[in-house]
């Protein structure tokens, strides 16, 4: 079977790239995937900008066969042609201010302060996201390989508030 966009039958489905309820009648990305549990195949469901951000390949794909019609469907594969050609892009899983100075910088190594902005990383693995621990800031163009995140990092930060969501703007600017 092969992947899918349809409109969501119900509003139980959560998106897996952002973990946000993805509405009844929205129309969601189903990527399908051998089940590592069981038999068979399994269906993770996105909405598609999510898809676009952490799923680039099969969305592109599938964009490319569908019948349905697609909204947004240019912001949707310039986006995912963005994180085909630089390979680390759809480990974004937002940005946040450090609660701790615990944690170390995936690129650089060196702790990433209290109270500092670091940027989260996600792996996908098996159909499922997984943490893989931060980055600075400030190591974002040497780690991504390029400098154009800041929507991709806003859409993954959706808890962020208006005033924090302005800060990044400046900052990724
Ligand atoms: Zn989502
Ligand atoms: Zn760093």
New binding site residues.
Partial sequence: MSHVFEAASSGRAK??????A?ARGELRFGERLPNPFAEGEMTIW??P???AYKRPEPLLQTLAETSENVPDRERLERAARGSVEHRRLPRIDGAEHAPSGQAKCRHCRETIERGTWRIRLVYFDEGRFSPGGYIHLGCRKDYFETDDILDQVLHFSPGLSEADREELRHALD
């Fill in positions: 998106c897996r790239g952002c973990g946000q993805i996105f909405h900008a999510c898809a």
